[in-house]
Each structure stands twice: as structure tokens, then as C-alpha cells.
């Protein structure tokens, strides 16, 4: 089962309605060990799900934000960026570190960075994977989140992302629901 290497990303708010900056990085290790990153400074909208999904599933809010964040890149970008190097290794680099009892994440330098491609199939089912790793989404709202991003009408406009800008702040479009 995959897991989350951090805690969340504290929050600020953008100049736009329901738009949010990350001001931490965020990681998730997936079932296959392989790990990602949301990176800081990312604008995302959280949970940006249809009102009837979130009816039946609750209120969108009220959840862990951080599958929402690596769902909104993987769905602008069709990438993800994983990372090159692993846990025990962002460790002995204090990448991965605590700091006043909150696991954090230090910008990674892109050497140990890559892009990799995923499909909308893989980054909903993904989505679902990371939900269920917060430990805190109950079944009927991760089982009706993933049903909800199946469909996302947003997934045919990308752009390419901009490895050299990753810690900048840029103002995204995220996927419209």
C-alpha cells in the first residue's frame, strides 16, 4: 500500500476564487515504491469536484488535500514528477527531514528529479491509491472521488511543464470538472 513520505502543505491563498499555492512540498510513495512529488509553489483548487459527488460523498473540504494536489498536476501536466532517488537517500541528504514535529520535504534538486507521462486512467486510479494512504478518507468518499474524477472533462488540454520553474510560482489552470 502506498504511503505519504510528508505531512501536508500548508495553504495560501490565491488572487483567485477557490485557487490555492502549496508553500511545502508534498511526497507519496506508491505501492511499487516509486515516489512523487507536488511541488511547491504549485497552484491547485484542492478537491474541484462536481457538487453531487461531493452530496454523496461529503463534503470536499473536510479531507486530507495532498491526493488532490499530485491528481490536479498529473491531470494539467499528463506528467508526474517522480523522483530519482529514494527515501533512506532524501533522508541522509535532509531533504526529508522533521522540523517542529511536521515531516517535511526541502526542495529537491531536478538531478534528482524526472517527468514521467501518465494517462487519465493511471493518475485516477493512482488518486484513489492515495486517498486510501491518508488513512483519514473513509471508503465512500474515496470509492465516490475516483467515480467523480472518471468524469473530469478537463483532461485533453495540457501543457508541458517547465522542469527549469519547478519552485517558482506560477499561476495553473488545473483541470475544470
Not at 483567485?16 to 483548487?45: H, M, V
Not at 469536484?49 to 486530507?64: E, F, H, M, Q, T
Not at 494539467?76 to 533522508?91: C, S, T, V
Request: with cysteine; aromatic share 12%; glycine share 4%.
Amino acid at each position: 500500500m502506498g504511503r505519504w513520505l510528508t505531512d501536508n502543505s500548508r495553504l495560501e491563498k490565491s488572487n483567485k476564487p477557490n485557487r490555492w499555492f502549496l508553500l511545502d512540498n508534498e511526497l507519496y510513495q506508491d505501492d511499487d515504491g516509486s515516489i512523487y512529488l507536488a511541488p511547491r509553489n504549485y497552484e491547485t483548487d484542492n478537491y474541484s469536484i462536481p457538487d453531487w459527488v461531493a452530496w454523496i460523498a461529503g463534503n470536499k473540504s473536510k479531507y486530507d488535500p495532498r491526493p488532490a494536489h499530485i491528481h490536479d498536476f498529473g491531470c494539467q501536466y499528463h506528467q508526474l514528477l517522480k523522483l530519482k532517488i529514494n527515501e533512506a537517500g532524501l533522508r541522509r541528504l535532509r531533504l526529508l527531514r522533521v522540523h517542529k514535529a511536521k515531516l517535511i520535504c526541502e526542495d529537491i534538486p531536478t538531478k534528482y528529479l524526472c517527468l514521467v507521462p501518465v494517462t487519465k486512467w493511471e493518475i485516477d486510479c493512482m488518486f484513489k491509491r492515495m486517498m486510501k494512504a491518508t488513512k483519514t478518507i473513509p471508503p465512500k468518499a474515496y470509492n465516490t472521488y475516483r467515480c467523480g474524477v472518471f468524469l473530469n472533462t478537463g483532461w485533453s488540454k495540457y501543457k508541458c511543464y517547465d522542469m527549469n520553474k519547478i519552485y517558482q510560482r506560477e499561476v495553473n489552470e488545473p483541470p475544470k470538472y
